[in-house]
């Protein structure tokens, strides 16, 4: 871990700490995403009994039958069925 990612006199950048300024917001001028408008997006669920298919991670399409994920996503999963994982496209 890095202890300064960066110099700056506005903000210094410390390990394990995220910068917050004051008065703003995580999205500036953003807008909301339209359904299908990021088709390499992806939606790892697993079925949950009783409540059904739930977000667990999300992920990134890199080729036709692959997607990548954050490692901690997966780690617990020694074996997952189809019956219970499910992966949405373009979310």
């Known amino acids: 871990c890095l202890k300064f990612l960066t110099e700056s006199s506005f903000v210094k950048y410390f390990c394990g700490t995220r910068p917050l300024m004051k008065n703003t917001t995580r999205i500036v001028g953003g807008l909301d995403a339209q359904l299908g408008g990021w088709p390499w997006q992806v939606s790892l669920e697993l079925y949950h009994f009783g409540k059904g298919f739930l977000h667990v991670c999300g992920g990134s399409l890199i080729n036709h ?15 997952v069925f189809s019956s219970v994982l499910k992966l949405l496209l373009s979310v």
């Open 65 to 79: 039958n692959s997607v990548l994920t954050a490692a901690h996503c997966i780690k617990e999963w020694t074996y």
